[in-house]
């Protein structure tokens, strides 16, 4: 892309496949679990319901499981009888891949890499007996064609492999978390359908033109358009009283729909976009990293774009990184967010 001082192209590397270093896999812990079904052919299950938000509140939805989802079900419910440490505490299939979150009670004499080899290997004994039986289509030459070029000779068969290598695991550590994630994943069915049905508002953009620059983008790119887009930048060194102060001062805005549009790094920043969030009024947030693939907004951010609410934008492209954000990267960030605006923030005097 080509903006003003852009920042250097960092390598990539796939973070869902990476486990949590100096972690313990034994020991007394939760983990929520993601496979992917090889070549994310949808073999699960199917999708129904309505997902669109009607009277401020979202729709419902859920996944009706194939022969095959209801074979991995059976398969999942029958973990713990073989490892007496592990609890089962919920299971949410998807077309093209499942989550799970299991509860080691104990230190473990096992890992969660062999627990879930193990999920994986009966998944794969009663997939090849669905295949055989002609309960499943037959599996894609493209597939059975990339494991012979990658010479992948463990993974070679007539039937193809169930998942993709590897597994995505997120570790459970704070009180409070078991239930959002539950709730998430209660949930996924409700937004995979609604990202498919409003798939303009969820599909990553390249090339948009904005002020001058040039940005990736998710999201309503009308809100661009919008008579009154006020520029959010806050000191660090503001107070909570100073914030709060802030807030009421921008109530009249929130309540008349004007765009708020920010980077959303400094606290102040922040507790103005999540206002903006609350009160429903559109926000455009310039954020530092790009869009992964399978990107898609968290949380309650999910429903606001879903209702055209949100835009994203970024001017660099995705990377997997732990990075923390550089005084350069915030200043351009800001510089960019000032011209896409044209208003600013009431003063706190």
């Known amino acids: 892309m080509n903006n003003e001082n852009p920042a250097p192209r960092l390598p990539t590397r796939h973070n869902m496949k990476r486990r949590c270093a100096n972690h313990d896999y034994r020991s007394r812990c939760m983990y929520m679990v993601t496979l992917v079904i090889e070549g994310r052919r949808q073999l699960l299950g199917t999708l129904t319901g309505d997902p669109m938000i009607q009277n ?191 807030l009421a001062k921008l109530e009249p805005d929130f309540c008349q729909g004007s765009v708020f549009v920010s980077a959303a790094i400094s606290p102040g920043e922040k507790a103005v976009m999540r206002r903006a969030h609350e009160r429903g009024s559109p926000v455009v947030i310039l954020r530092e990293n790009g869009f992964g693939k399978y990107e898609k907004p968290g949380g309650r951010a999910f429903d606001t774009c879903a209702r055209g609410l949100m835009l994203m934008l970024s001017p660099w492209d995705y990377h997997t990184e732990r990075l923390t954000i550089t005084r350069e990267k915030c200043q351009m960030l800001n510089v960019m967010a000032e011209r896409i605006s044209n208003g600013k923030l009431p003063s706190l005097q």
């Open 56 to 246: 401020g509140r979202p729709g419902c939805a859920a996944l009706v499981p194939s022969p095959l989802g209801t074979a991995v079900v059976q398969a999942w419910k029958e973990l713990p009888p073989r490892f007496p440490d592990v609890r089962n505490i919920s299971l949410q299939l998807m077309p093209d891949h499942l989550h799970f979150i299991i509860f080691f009670t104990a230190i473990s004499d096992v890992t969660l890499g062999s627990v879930v080899r193990i999920f994986e290997a009966e998944c794969r004994k009663k997939y090849k007996k669905l295949v055989e039986a002609g309960d499943l289509p037959p599996v894609p030459t493209y597939i059975l064609e990339e494991q012979l070029k990658a010479q992948q000779e463990k993974r070679k068969s007539r039937y193809g492999v169930l998942f993709e290598p590897g597994f995505n695991d997120k570790i459970l550590w704070h009180e409070g978390e078991l239930d959002a994630w539950r709730q998430y994943l209660a949930d996924n069915p409700r937004r995979r359908l609604l990202k498919e049905r409003l798939k303009d508002l969820f599909t990553i953009r390249h090339n948009v033109k904005a002020a001058g620059f040039t940005f990736d983008a998710m999201g309503n790119e009308f809100l661009l358009d919008y008579p009154r887009r006020i520029f959010v930048q806050c000191s660090r060194r503001l107070t909570d009283e100073n914030i709060s102060c802030l």
